[in-house]
C-alpha cells in the first residue's frame, strides 16, 4: 500500500504542473490587458498634454498682439506730441507685430470655427485701429501739434481701444476655458495610466508570489516521496539480508528446499527490479520539475523587462510632464520590477543548485575564502573587518557549488557585521567525532534561534528588507548544495551575539587523511585541533583568547 501511494504521488506532479501553467497563463493575460490598457491612457494623456500646451501658445500670442497694439498706440503719442521721426519706425515695428500675430493666431486655431469667427470679429477692429492712428501721424506731420489736438478732441480714441479689448477678452476668456478642460482631461488620462501600471506591477508580484509558493510546496512533497522511498528501500535490504542467511541456513541443513530459495532469490529481483524503476521514475520526476522551475523563472523575463522598459522610457521621454503623483507611481513601477528581477534571479540559483552532473575537484576552501573576502573588503574599503581563515582547508567537492556556499556564508558574515563596531569574521575547521565540520563565524547582529526553522526555507528572512537588504534563497541554495554532497548544515545564534555556521561534506580520502593526523596531533597533546577559534570580540581588539566552541 506504501508502494502505490508512492507511485499515485509521483503522477500527482502532473496536475500541480498543469495548474502552474493555467496560473502562469491567466496572470500573462491579465498583465498583456493591463500593458494594452496602459498604452492607451499614457497616449491619450500625451494628447490631451499637447492640446493643453496649444491652448497656452494661443493665449501668449493673443497677449502678444495685445501688445504689439499697445506698443504702436503709445508709439503714435509720442510721435503726435514731440514730432520725432524717432517714434516713428517703433510704430511700424508694432504695426507689422500686431499684424503677423493676428495671422499666426488664425493658423493656430484653424481647427476651432468659433474661435476663427472670434477673430474675423477681431480683425477689422484691429485694422481700424491702426488706420486710425496712421491717420493721426499723417495729421501730425502735415499740420503740426495744433491739428492734432483738435483730431483728438473730434475722436479721442478710447472707445475704439475698449472694443478691441472686449473683442481681445472674449478670445482669451473662450481660450482659457478649452485649456482648462483639456488640463482636467490630461491630469483625468496620466492618473489612469498611472493607476493601470501601478496594478500591472502587484499583479506581477502577487504573480510570482503564488508560483514561488505553489513551486516550493511541489518541492517538499517531491522531498517527501523520496525520503520515503529511501526508508522503503532501506527496510527492502535490510528484509532481503534476513532473507538471504534464512535461506543459507535452510540450504545448509535441506537441499530439498534449494527449490524455495530459487523462488526466493527470484523474489528478490522482482523486488529490486521495481525500487529501480521507482527510483527512476522518482529522478525522472524531479528533473522534470526543475527544468519547469527554471523555465518558469525565465519566462517571466520578457513581461518584466516590457514593463521596467516601458516605465523608463515614460519617465525619460515624458517626465516633464507627468505630474507629481503620477513620477511617484512610475518610480514605484520601476523599484517593484528591480525587486522582482532579483526574486527571479534567486529562483534560477536555487534551481540551478540541484541540477547538473556532481563533480569532486580539489578544491583549497582557505584560497577561496580569502579570495572573497578580499572581493567584499574592495567594495566597500571604508569598513574595517578582521577576517581569520584558516590554512590547508582542503576538499573533494563541485568547485563550482562550494563557490556558492561560501560566497553566500561570508556574504551574510560581511552583511551582518556591518552594524558592529569591532567586526570579525572566521573560517576554520573541528572535528566532530570523526567527522571534519567547517565553520564560518562573525560577530554581528545575530538571531533569535526560535525562528530558526526558516534559515533554510526559499524567500525567508528573519530580518526586514529595510534593515539589511536580500532576498531569502541564499541558505536554501547552501542546504541543497551541502545535501547534494552527502553532508549536512546548521547554524547556531543568539541576538547580538553573532552567528555560527558549520557544514560538513562526504568524508574523502584527503579528509581521512587529515582526520586521522588531527586525531594523532589531540592524543599527543601538542595542542588544540586546528578548528577552534578563540572569542571573536576579543580577536577583533587584538586579545589572544583560549580556544572556544566558536559560539555566534
Avoid at 508694432?94 to 488664425?106: D, K, P, Q, T, V
Avoid at 473662450?174 to 499583479?203: D, K, N, W, Y
Avoid at 517626465?319 to 528581477?341: F, K, M, P, T
Avoid at 526574486?343 to 563533480?359: A, P, T
Wanted: hydrophobic share 40%.
Amino acid at each position: 500500500m506504501n508502494s502505490a501511494r508512492k507511485i499515485g504521488s509521483t503522477a500527482g506532479l502532473q496536475p500541480i504542473e498543469r495548474k502552474i501553467q493555467a496560473v502562469f497563463a491567466g496572470g500573462l493575460a491579465a498583465l498583456g490587458v493591463l500593458g494594452a490598457v496602459s498604452y492607451f491612457g499614457i497616449h491619450q494623456l500625451l494628447v490631451q498634454s499637447a492640446w493643453a500646451e496649444h491652448s497656452r501658445q494661443v493665449i501668449e500670442s493673443m497677449h502678444a498682439v495685445m501688445a504689439s497694439m499697445a506698443d504702436a498706440e503709445a508709439a503714435q503719442r509720442s510721435f503726435a506730441i514731440t514730432g520725432d521721426e524717432a517714434f516713428f519706425e517703433p510704430y511700424q515695428r508694432a504695426a507689422r507685430e500686431c499684424s503677423e500675430g493676428l495671422r499666426s493666431l488664425r493658423a493656430l486655431t484653424a481647427d476651432n470655427a468659433d474661435q476663427q469667427r472670434r477673430i474675423d470679429a477681431l480683425e477689422p477692429l484691429l485694422a481700424d485701429r491702426l488706420k486710425r492712428l496712421s491717420e493721426l501721424i499723417d495729421l501730425r506731420r502735415a499740420r503740426g501739434p495744433a491739428a492734432i489736438a483738435s483730431a483728438i478732441v473730434v475722436d479721442p480714441g478710447p472707445p475704439g481701444r475698449e472694443v478691441v479689448r472686449r473683442a481681445a477678452g472674449d478670445f482669451e476668456s473662450a481660450e482659457q476655458t478649452l485649456l482648462r478642460q483639456r488640463e482636467g482631461l490630461a491630469r483625468a488620462r496620466g492618473q489612469l495610466a498611472a493607476a493601470v501600471l501601478a496594478s500591472g506591477g502587484v499583479l506581477a508580484v502577487i504573480l510570482l508570489s503564488v508560483a514561488v509558493v505553489v513551486i516550493g510546496r511541489t518541492f517538499n512533497s517531491a522531498r517527501r516521496v523520496e525520503e520515503e522511498l529511501r526508508s522503503d528501500h532501506a527496510r527492502l535490504e535490510e528484509s532481503m539480508r534476513q532473507r538471504s542467511d534464512q535461506l543459507a541456513r535452510i540450504n545448509e541443513s535441506l537441499l530439498e528446499n534449494e527449490q524455495r530459495l530459487a523462488g526466493a532469490i527470484g523474489l528478490n529481483a522482482e523486488l529490486e527490479r521495481r525500487v529501480e524503476e521507482r527510483t527512476a521514475e522518482l529522478q525522472a520526476a524531479n528533473q522534470e520539475l526543475e527544468s519547469f522551475g527554471y523555465t518558469v523563472a525565465h519566462d517571466l523575463r520578457a513581461p518584466l523587462r516590457a514593463m521596467e522598459g516601458f516605465s523608463q522610457a515614460l519617465m525619460e521621454d515624458y517626465g516633464e510632464r507627468v505630474d507629481g503623483e503620477a513620477r511617484v507611481y512610475l518610480n514605484q513601477i520601476i523599484r517593484g520590477s528591480g525587486h522582482l528581477g532579483e526574486l527571479i534571479d534567486g529562483l534560477l540559483q536555487l534551481s540551478r543548485s540541484v541540477r547538473g552532473e556532481l563533480r569532486r575537484d580539489r578544491v583549497d576552501l582557505s584560497a577561496m575564502a580569502e579570495g572573497i573576502l578580499a572581493e567584499f573588503a574592495r567594495g566597500e574599503p571604508s569598513r574595517k573587518v578582521s577576517c581569520r581563515v584558516e590554512r590547508g582547508l582542503v576538499v573533494r567537492a563541485d568547485a563550482r557549488m562550494m563557490e556558492i556556499v561560501m560566497r553566500s556564508l561570508l556574504g551574510n558574515a560581511w552583511k551582518y557585521t556591518v552594524r558592529t563596531p569591532a567586526a570579525a569574521i572566521r573560517v576554520f575547521a573541528s572535528n566532530d567525532g570523526g567527522e571534519r565540520m567547517f565553520h564560518v563565524v562573525d560577530n554581528g547582529i545575530g538571531f533569535n534561534m526560535a525562528h530558526s526553522d526558516k534559515l533554510f526555507q526559499p524567500f525567508q528572512r528573519l530580518h526586514r528588507q529595510d534593515e539589511f537588504p536580500g532576498i531569502g534563497i541564499g541558505l536554501a541554495t547552501v542546504q541543497r548544495i551541502v545535501h547534494r554532497h552527502g553532508g549536512q548544515i546548521r547554524a547556531d545564534s543568539s541576538p547580538g551575539q553573532g552567528a555560527e555556521f558549520c557544514f560538513s561534506l562526504a568524508l574523502s580520502s584527503d579528509d581521512f587523511a587529515r582526520t586521522i593526523h588531527d586525531a594523532e596531533n589531540n592524543a599527543s597533546g601538542r595542542g588544540q585541533p586546528a578548528g577552534r577559534v578563540a572569542d571573536l570580540a576579543g580577536a577583533a581588539q587584538g586579545e589572544s583568547g583560549q580556544p572556544s566552541g566558536g559560539r555566534a
